[in-house]
T-cell receptor
Framework: DGGITQSPKYLFRKEGQNVTLSCEQN?????MYWYRQDPGQGLRLIYY???????QKGDIAEGYSVSREKKESFPLTVTSAQKNPTAFYLC???????????FGEGSRLTVL | DQQVKQNSPSLSVQEGRISILNCDYT??????FLWYKKYPAEGPTFLIS?????DKNEDGRFTVFLNKSAKHLSLHIVPSQPGDSAVYFC???????????FGTGTRLQVFP
């Protein structure tokens, strides 16, 4: 079945460690996105990529990094520079230009 | 600066009645609006959308209304069912960007 796969679903990290969240899609979509959800704040855009080997910062990119070496993959690295990394992270993809975004199941990161 | 606002964090409705979820936006350049439904620990799923050239779009029990002069849109669910209990996000975009801006969400509870 076509869709977006995020892994891991749950992740625990010690302070000071980098962690990479995986996002893979087999929908043949050009554009991919990373959002973060915090209670009471909705979904905030971290990074997005409209095409392979290109990506742009979203509204809250500080402390995060991404790569887009393949059309199907858009991994997100949460670095130790991110002040409040504990959150629910959502990856999405869409045709470009986008109408509807298709979301993965999400990854919950907890920093201990 | 919150460009898309959902001022009601929660809404409780009896089964069979109408649910009305509201969303306001500030950017007059937005020309496409979407509603997403989200269950806990899952990714959002697309519900319904509307282009700025329309003022109404209907899909089964779901109808979205757009009032451009008031910069307001609403989602009507009728009749409401217990399975509709979820968090609903509205989102908006401008035609010349690939970014979707999300509201903070409204938690709908439909009780028997």
């Amino acid at each position: 079945d076509g869709g977006i796969t995020q892994s891991p679903k749950y992740l625990f990290r010690k302070e000071g460690q980098n962690v990479t969240l995986s996002c893979e899609q087999n929908l043949n979509h050009d554009a991919m996105y990373w959002y973060r959800q915090d209670p009471g704040q909705g979904l905030r855009l971290i990074y997005y990529s409209q095409i392979v080997n290109d990506f742009q910062k979203g509204d809250i990119a500080e402390g995060y990094s991404v790569s887009r070496e393949k059309k199907e993959s858009f991994p997100l690295t949460v670095t130790s520079a991110q002040k409040n990394p504990t959150a629910f992270y959502l990856c999405a993809s869409s045709e470009s230009p986008p109408g509807e975004l298709f979301f993965g199941e999400g990854s919950r990161l907890t920093v201990l | 600066d919150q460009q898309v606002k959902q001022n009601s964090p929660s809404l409780s409705v009896q089964e069979g009645r109408i649910s009305i979820l509201n969303c306001d936006y500030t950017n007059s350049m937005f020309d496409y609006f979407l509603w997403y439904k989200k269950y806990p620990a899952e990714g959002p799923t697309f519900l319904i959308s509307i282009s700025s050239i329309k003022d109404k779009n209907e899909d089964g029990r779901f109808t979205v209304f757009l009032n451009k002069s008031a910069k307001h849109l609403s989602l009507h669910i009728v009749p409401s069912q217990p399975g509709d209990s979820a968090v609903y996000f509205c989102a908006a975009k401008r035609g010349d960007t690939d970014k979707l801006i999300f509201g903070t969400g409204t938690r709908l509870q439909v009780f028997p």
